[in-house]
C-alpha cells in the first residue's frame, strides 16, 4: 500500500512515523505492529491517529512513551470500517493503542528511561545554532571577545567561553584570578585587569602557565608586591604599572623573543629587586619604562635592542661605565628628576648611542653640561640643574643639536661665554629662562631661529648685540631690567625676519625704536610705558597682536593717528587668546545688559560674543575716557582696570565691527554712559560694566538679520 504523509508506517520503513502537526520535523518510525512472524502491517489513514507534544521513541525491548507534554490527542475507531479487524493482528493492535492513551491519561510525568537519544531534537527546539554564552551583564561583540568592564565584579566569571581571545575585566574589585578557571583560557590573546584589587598572593605562579598564545597583558593598577615568576614566552606587550612591586625574576620578562614593551613605572624596584638576567632571551624589546622606582644607578644587562628608555623619578646618582654601551638602537633615554652629579657620568657614559635624538637630564645636580654627547642628539634638556659654565669644548661633538634648554641653572655674567655654543651650528632654539645673565649672550649660532631670556637680569641692549642672528624669529626678553634709555634704537633693526617680540615686564617708558616690519606679535604690558606716538608703530602692516595692559598711559599720551597705523590689527593683546575668545566674557559678578528686543536685563556674561576678530586690549592703564580714532577694524576692546568715568556719544564712532565691550572696574556711574554710545554698533552683543561705583544698565542696539555667508553659518 502506497504510504501518505501522516500515516503511520511500520519499523520497516526507516525514517518515517507518526507525523505530529505540531512539529515540522517528522519522528522515528513507529513501534512494530503485531502481525504474525514478527513482520510489520501498514495501518490504514482510517485507523487510530494519535498526536502528542513529543514523539514515541523505540528502544531495544523497551516501552515506547511521549517524550514532552500532551498536547492534543485525536482518535478514531471506524466500527463499520472495511478496515477493522477482530483477529490476531487487530487485538494486538487496539490493545496496543489503549495501552498507549491509558499511560497518556495517567497524572504525572513517567518516569525517564534508563537510555535516551540525545542526538534527536525535541519538539520546541530550533534548528538554528545555540546563541553564544556570555557572562551575566558583560558584552560579548564578538565571539573572541569577552568585555566585563567597570562592573564591580568581586569574583572572576565563571562561565567564560574557552573560544575568548580578549578578555577584559579592568575597573572591578578582584583579588584574585582562580587556576582553574583560568586555565581554561588557552587560547587568550589579550588578559586585561587593570585597576583592580589583586595581589601577588592572588596571582599564583601557575596561572599563566596554560596560556601559551597570550600576547598582551595589562595588570597596573593593583596591588602586586612581586611580579609574576612566569609569563608565556608567546608575550608582547606587559604592563604592571603602578602596583608595589619590589622584585621580579628571570622568567617574568626573560627568554620573550617576541615581547616589545615592558612598563614597571610607579613601583617599588630597586637594584636588588631587578636581576641582571631580567631581559636574557628577550631581544626584542623596544620601550622599558622604569621611572617613579627606587633605583640608585642605572640597571645593568639592558636589551641591547631598546629605543626608549624611561628612568625618571628615581634615585639614580650614578651611570655605571659602560651601562649603555649597547643600546647603540636607543633614540629616547629619560633620566630626570634623579640625583645624578657630575661625578656620576663619564666622557663614554653617551657616547656609545650612535642613535639617541632626545636626551633629559633636568632636575638633577649637574655643574657642567656632560661630555662625549654624540653627534646624533637633537634636543638636550639641562634644565633646573646646577651648571654655572657653559664650555664648548663638552658641545663640541653634539654638532647635530637643535634644541639646548639650560633654564633654571646658575649661570651668571661669566656663564655663557662668547662663541661657547659656536659648536652647533644647526641650534634652532635656545632657552635660558630663570638664571643670572645680565647681558645678551654674543656670537651666538648664525641659523639660531628661538631666543628665550626671561627672569634674567639683562640691563643693557647693544646696537650689536643681535647682529650675529639675522634669522632670529622668536625674541622673548620678559621680565628683565631694561629701561628705554639703555635700549639702542638700532638694537631691533638687524632682525629682519623677527615674527615676535616679548619686552613684558621690564622698565620701558616708551616703544622701543626700530622695530622689524615683519614683526606680528609685540607684547609690552606690565612697563611703564607713559606715551604712544605714531613712529615706532610706523611700517608695522604685519603686526597682529599688541598688548599695552598694565601700565601708565592717558589718553592725552596717545599722539594723533596712533591707532591709524595698526588699522591691519587682527589679533588679541594683553590677557585675550583666541582659543578664549568664546569664554572672554568675565565670570565676576556681572553687570547688566538690556537687549533691545526684550525687557529683561540679563547678566552680561550670559550673552556670549559669537565671533573671535581683532582685540585692543588697553587695560588696567590711567586712561580716563575711551581713546578716540581706534582701529575701524576692531572687535573687541578691553578698557577693564581703568578710571573711566564717561562714556561719550562718539566713543565708538569709529569701530562700528565692535563686538565685546569690557569697562569694568572703571569709574562709571548709573548715567555715565550716553544713551547714544552704542547705535550704530550692530554687531554689538557684550558690554561687561560690572565692578563700578554703581550698577549701570547698558541697552544693546538692535541685531540685524543675515543669512549663512560662505565659509561659516
Known sequence: MKAEPGWLRGAGDQGDGLACPHHPIRPPACPPQGGEGGGSAPLSPWENRLCVGG????????????????????????????????????????????SLLLLLLLPGPLPAPVMEDTAFPHLGESSQPPPRACPPRCSCPRAD??????????????????????????????????????????????????NNLISSEGLPDEAFESLTRLQHIYVAHNKLSVAPQFLPRSLRVADLAANQVMEIFPLTFGEKPALRSVYLHNNQLSNAGLPPDAFHGSEAVTTLSLSSNRLSYLPPSLPPSLERL???NNLISKVPRGALSRQTQLRELYLQHNQLTDSGLDATTFSKLRSLEYL??????????????????????LGRNRIQRVEAARLRGARGLRYLLLQHNALGSS???????????????????????????????????????????VATL???????????????????RLASARVHHRAFRPLRALRSLDLAGNQLTRLPEGLPTSLRTLRLQRNQLRALEPEPLAGLDQLQELSLAHNRLRVGDIGPGTWHELQALQVRGGLVSH?????????????LCLPSNSHTPRPCNAIKSPHCGPVLDLSHN??????PDLPEALEELHLQGNRIGHVGPEAFLSTPRLRALFLRDNKLHMTSIAAEAFLGLMHLRVVDTAGNLEQVLVRLPPTVLRGPQAGGP
Request: with cysteine; aromatic share 6%; glycine share 8%.
Open 55 to 98: 514523539w514515541l521513541k523505540q528502544r531495544d525491548g523497551g516501552w515506547w512513551r511521549p517524550l514532552h507534554r500532551l498536547q492534543e490527542v485525536t482518535a478514531w475507531f471506524p466500527l463499520g470500517s472495511p478496515g477493522w479487524q477482530f483477529g490476531r493482528v487487530g487485538r494486538a493492535r487496539l490493545a496496543m493503542w489503549l
Open 145 to 194: 571577545t569577552v568585555d566585563c568592564d567597570g562592573l564591580d565584579l568581586r569574583v572572576f566569571p565563571d562561565n567564560i567561553t574557552r573560544a575568548a581571545q580578549h578578555l577584559s575585566l579592568q575597573n572591578n574589585q578582584l583579588q584574585e584570578l582562580p587556576y582553574n578557571e583560568l586555565s581554561r583560557l588557552s587560547d587568550l590573546r589579550t588578559l586585561n585587569l587593570h
Open 360 to 381: 633629559d637630564l633636568s632636575h638633577n645636580k649637574l655643574a657642567t653640561v656632560p661630555a662625549g654627547l654624540p653627534a646624533t642628539l637633537a634636543i638636550l634638556h
Open 415 to 457: 656663564g655663557l661665554p662668547a662663541g661657547a655654543l659656536r659648536p652647533l651650528r644647526g641650534l634652532h632654539t635656545l632657552h635660558l629662562y630663570g638664571n643670572g645673565l645680565d647681558r645678551m649672550p654674543l656670537a651666538l649660532p648664525r641659523r639660531l631661529r628661538a631666543l628665550v631670556l626671561p627672569h634674567n637680569l
Open 310 to 312: 624611561h628612568l625618571q
Open 579 to 591: 582659543a578664549d575668545c568664546p569664554q572672554a566674557v568675565p565670570t565676576a559678578p556681572p553687570s
Open 462 to 480: 647693544g646696537a650689536r648685540d643681535l647682529a650675529t642672528t639675522p634669522g632670529l624669529a622668536e625674541l622673548n626678553l620678559a621680565y628683565n
Open 622 to 627: 590711567e586712561l580716563s575716557f575711551v581713546p
